[in-house]
T-cell receptor
């Protein structure tokens, strides 16, 4: 079963704007990972944030984690047309290694 | 990081037949997993592929339908048995190395069952 929900389900913005996607989950986690998927292809790992971390940066990506609210957000700054893809959050267990995915957000960046 | 390849990349199959998907990792990994992504949906974990022993299946998935092998630390197969159109999905293999929580994914196998 899915761990939680992502919001919004779809997002359309202009190139140069920022995109924010939110992810909520239900159970305790060890880590939360964000992935990108282009047109039904394989998943590309973007960033991992551990349960004891609150914020992490990687290039134009910024991820926050609020374990008290069981939520995370992914911010993509200065978006590009190449950022057009589906973005998934996944909660992970360090022991089992299993990932439980959210429903995903489809991002369209218009040139 | 781990580089993962899958074969075949896509296939069209007739109902009632079976297809075996191969997953190869370029380095030894501790954990390997198989996921299914139905059209327009998110990913659902099918099973954890255990090296040298039976796979551990998630609720709703059974060994008779999705037999999995993992003979060594770099290779695994997933068979989709007695296929029906409802099995049309993307099947993805993933792997995780010991002590590293990041999970890497293969490019997926796109299956269409007619």
């Amino acid at each position: 079963s899915q761990q939680g929900e992502e919001d919004p389900q779809a997002l359309s913005i202009q190139e140069g704007e920022n995109a924010t996607m939110n992810c909520s989950y239900k159970t305790s986690i060890n880590n939360l990972q964000w992935y990108r998927q282009n047109s039904g292809r394989g998943l590309v790992h973007l960033i991992l944030i551990r349960s004891n971390e609150r914020e992490k940066h990687s290039g134009r990506l910024r991820v926050t984690l609020d374990t008290s609210k069981k939520s995370s957000s992914l911010l993509i700054t200065a978006s590009r047309a190449a950022d057009t893809a589906s973005y998934f959050c996944a909660t992970g267990s360090s022991n089992t290694g299993k990932l439980i995915f959210g429903q995903g957000t489809t991002l369209q960046v218009k040139p | 990081s781990a580089v993962i390849s899958q074969k075949p990349s896509r296939d069209i199959c007739q109902r009632g037949t079976s297809l075996t998907i191969q997953c190869q990792v370029d380095s030894q990994v501790t954990m390997m997993f198989w996921y299914r992504q139905q059209p327009g949906q998110s990913l659902t974990l099918i099973a954890t592929a255990n090296q040298g022993s039976e796979a551990t299946y998630e609720s709703g998935f059974v060994i008779d339908k999705f037999p999995i092998s993992r003979p060594n630390l770099t290779f695994s197969t997933l068979t989709v048995s007695n296929m029906s159109p409802e099995d049309s999905s993307i099947y993805l293999c993933s792997a995780r190395t010991g002590g590293i929580e990041t999970q890497y994914f293969g490019p997926g196998t796109r299956l269409l069952v007619l």
